[in-house]
């Protein structure tokens, strides 16, 4: 049996996973501009996806180093 199966999942797919929250939020902001007229959602939107995708691609690289120090190989 495997253990710490998420810490394996977000070593092994933290980048991507970053990646792809990051455009779905870009491309909310997209769709929030569209409907309501207004490119001030799309900026949010822009500024938002860049935030979210530094802070969830620097948790998955400080879970990669704890994961590389503590767990056995």
Partial sequence: MQTYPM???????????????????VALGAYAAMQAGSLVWALVGALGGALIYALLKSYSELVT?????????
Avoid: N
């Avoid at 810490?7 to 939020?25: D, E, F, I, N, S």
């Avoid at 180093?65 to 190989?73: R, S, V």
């Fill in 7 to 25: 810490v394996h999942a977000l070593v092994r797919h933290g980048g991507m996973a970053a990646a792809l929250v990051g455009a779905a939020t």
């Fill in 65 to 73: 180093i704890i994961a590389d120090m503590m767990l056995p190989k």
